[in-house]
């Protein structure tokens, strides 16, 4: 009688329980070809989740680690263990590459798929002088932050906003992002106009789920196709940088993936796409975590299936969380699209011991890469950086980049308590600044850390500590 299990164990970790989101022993099994994280909770059993859906993608992820960058200082001590002594604690391995400040819970949306379950009546407008001081526990973390978005709820309808903006860009803040769902910037031109006198170093985060009338009124409630075309023109008309932001859902609108990447190619302002697939947190109405969820692997495949353009080594692993972040570049220039991740080779120049180029050793083009493959910098940052890691590359030749030619892909994969793996969660690079000013990664803000959580967090903050 043969024992043999029908997969292969791979790695073990820590996880949460899908139900009381207590710290579980976690098991990593391939098996069919699939990555599996399998863990049992005393109270709840056993669960089973699919994490990935190519194992030799998820294997490489670990050889694009980089060393761990902090913020200047702590902000809280560990006491109970990640992810419960967030704010950040000395048990974090990353810095805030980019910072949410969320400078409202309002919103002139009810979106049913919103992870801050806004609302036009939910919650209220922070006062400005709370606004300046979360942003001043940015700066005090990070001396020059590399990115802060101003978000919310919807941050355009917050009765001060261009003070706001004002505060924010008195700040040495390296590049600011406003995160919007676009019915401001769609119905009030001169409301846009202004937005362009924040350029340079300014940038939109623009919802774009959709071209399909019923997948937004899916998603979001409601037939925002005018909306969001309205606004786009608008953005193009001023060329205000513009990053089109897609909320993935399965079987959903992850069949218009290809369609949206060629739309944003043809819009003056787009600088590129990003893709997050649907997490369990906030209101999420009509989701069913065990069909409709997306793994990250799933969307870069689908990117690979319906944007023939891009090849495998175009969309690689982001070396400050290679878990949850893929990146892609390429040059846009005319009618052509030009792909340039693969004209480097990242995984042999983060400290590989595989020896397979000539040039991982040349100390120049090490600091472009880590410079270029970071979510910590706008394009416009990089676009220095690019030039000087394509003159770095023996012949390769290319015109003078302009921050119009480059063109970004990133999948950001929000982990939840069904995937969540606390050595991720330790290198999550995405935060955002609580109310009372602490700085908590956006995985574990939406899972303990909203007004909503604070019960459950001391309960099983408890339960630990005895």
């Known amino acids: 009688m043969s024992n043999t299990r029908n ?8 996880s949460l329980c899908i139900h009381c989101h207590k710290p579980i022993s976690a098991k990593i099994l391939f098996e069919d070809d699939k990555v599996f994280l399998a863990k049992t909770c005393k109270e709840h059993g056993f669960q089973k989740v699919l994490i990935a859906d190519d194992i030799p993608y998820y294997k490489q992820i670990r050889n694009y680690n980089k060393a761990s960058e902090y913020p200047r200082e702590p902000h809280t001590s560990t006491e109970y263990g990640c992810p419960y002594d967030c704010g950040i604690c000395p048990d974090h391995e ?31 407008h922070r006062s400005l002088e709370e606004i300046e001081m979360m942003l001043d526990v940015v700066v005090k973390s990070e001396g020059e932050p590399d990115v802060v978005q101003i978000s919310g709820g919807e941050p355009t309808i917050h009765p001060q906003f261009f003070q706001i903006l004002n505060i924010a860009k008195s700040k040495p803040i390296k590049h600011l992002m406003l995160n919007t769902n676009g019915v401001r910037i769609a119905k009030d031109l001169a409301f846009v106009q202004k937005l362009q006198t924040y350029t340079p170093k300014f940038e939109v985060y623009l919802q774009f789920d959709s071209m399909n009338p019923q997948v937004l009124e899916s998603l979001r409630g409601e037939d925002l196709r ?8 608008h953005l193009n008309q001023f060329n205000i940088p513009t990053t089109l932001v897609v909320t993935l859902q399965k079987g959903l609108n992850d069949s218009e993936i290809g369609e949206i990447i060629a739309f944003a190619l043809q819009q003056k302002c787009v600088r590129g796409v990003t893709f997050q697939p649907t997490t369990v947190s906030g209101r999420l109405e009509h989701f069913d975590p065990a069909k409709d969820r997306m793994t990250l692997t799933e969307v870069r495949r689908k990117i690979l299936e319906q944007c ?8 690689i692993p982001v070396p400050c969380n290679p878990d949850a972040l893929v990146m892609g570049y390429a040059l846009k220039y005319k009618d052509k699209v030009e792909p340039l991740t693969h004209l480097i080779d990242p995984e042999m120049l983060l400290n590989n011991s595989k020896n397979t180029i000539v040039y991982e050793q040349d100390k120049e083009l090490h600091k472009h890469v880590l410079k270029v493959f970071s979510t910590g910098n706008s394009i416009e940052a990089i676009k220095h950086s690019f030039n000087q890691l394509l003159c770095c590359l023996p012949g390769v030749s290319a015109p003078s ?38 700085i908590i990664p956006f995985e574990t803000m939406n899972l303990f850390y909203r007004d909503e959580f604070e019960t459950k967090l001391e309960n099983i903050r408890k339960q630990i500590a005895q």
Do not use: W
């Open 94 to 124: 990353q810095h805030s590459c980019l910072t949410l400040v969320e400078v409202t819970d309002r919103c002139n949306l009810t979106c049913p798929t919103c992870y801050t379950s806004s609302s036009p009546h939910h919650g209220t």
């Open 7 to 14: 997969y292969i164990y791979y790695d073990h970790t820590t």
């Open 308 to 315: 023939p353009v891009f090849k495998p080594n175009d969309l």
């Open 226 to 233: 005018e909306t969001r075309l309205k606004a786009l023109q």
């Open 401 to 438: 980049l302009k921050y119009e030619n480059l063109f970004r892909i990133i999948i950001m994969n929000f982990m939840d308590a069904y995937d969540f793996d606390v050595r991720a969660i330790k290198k999550s690079c995405v935060h955002i600044v609580s109310k009372e000013g602490k």
